[in-house]
T-cell receptor, first 115, second 114 residues
Framework: AQSVAQPEDQVNVAEGNPLTVKCTYS??????LFWYVQYPNRGLQFLLK??????LVKGSYGFEAEFNKSQTSFHLKKPSALVSDSALYFC?????????????FGKGTKLSVIP | DGGITQSPKYLFRKEGQNVTLSCEQN?????MYWYRQDPGQGLRLIYY???????QKGDIAEGYSVSREKKESFPLTVTSAQKNPTAFYLC?????????????FGDGTRLSIL
């Protein structure tokens, strides 16, 4: 069964500093990995995805993520955090080996960027 | 603008009552999904549909029902059998068939018990 873990419920970072939001996954086949962001009382917005190819994936709003197969991780990063980046971030995985259309989401990490 | 519209934004349910949440998309997507979001638990899949007139149960389908009579519409009914319905409900859609495309989400319906 596919699963994804976000080990930190909350991450605090000062404005202008680099940020990292962690994600690890477990699948039987190859993973398709996604990051989404959610602002209060809103739906999820897609940030970026890894399907195949380069391990460093660039996405919206200056975010990027690094796929590491040996560590089964897909951490979200940004070189310089903005106060407006404060939101709830979700990592999600789809297992190509399972033949499933389902996405499995992590429990989310609340990012707070301190001015 | 293309997107997903969920209505109402807030909904209150009385004991023993069924309520229906609306989800409409104009993205011409084949696949549609319903998720339930509870604080600290992420998103859990209730039902999904890959094509009109077909749908499958997700991880927490008990107490819920859906229909998919039109490509653009995927309403969710929360029945009286769902004993703990208070949650934030999110509808999503994606281009069907492939596993590589992201899901697009509506802005949710918050359901509470009266």
């Amino acid at each position: 069964a596919q699963s994804v873990a976000q080990p930190e419920d909350q991450v605090n970072v000062a404005e202008g500093n680099p940020l990292t939001v962690k994600c690890t996954y477990s699948v039987s086949g190859n993973p398709y990995l996604f990051w989404y962001v959610q602002y209060p009382n809103r739906g999820l917005q897609f940030l970026l995805k890894y399907i195949t190819g380069d391990n460093l994936v660039k996405g919206s709003y200056g975010f990027e993520a690094e796929f590491n197969k040996s560590q089964t991780s897909f951490h979200l990063k940004k070189p310089s955090a903005l106060v407006s980046d404060s939101a709830l971030y979700f990592c999600a995985v789809r297992d190509t080996g399972a033949g499933s259309y389902q996405l499995t989401f992590g429990k989310g990490t609340k990012l707070s960027v301190i001015p | 603008d293309g997107g997903i519209t969920q209505s109402p934004k807030y909904l209150f349910r009385k004991e023993g009552q069924n309520v229906t949440l609306s989800c409409e998309q104009n993205l011409n997507h084949d696949a549609m999904y319903w998720y339930r979001q509870d604080p600290g638990q992420g998103l859990r899949l209730i039902y999904y549909s890959q094509i009109v007139n077909d749908f499958q149960k997700g991880d927490i389908a008990e107490g819920y029902s859906v229909s998919r009579e039109k490509k653009e519409s995927f309403p969710l009914t929360v029945t009286s059998a769902q004993k703990n319905p208070t949650a934030f409900y999110l509808c999503a859609s994606s281009i069907g068939g492939g596993h590589t495309e992201p899901q697009h989400f509506g802005d949710g319906t918050r359901l509470s018990i009266l």
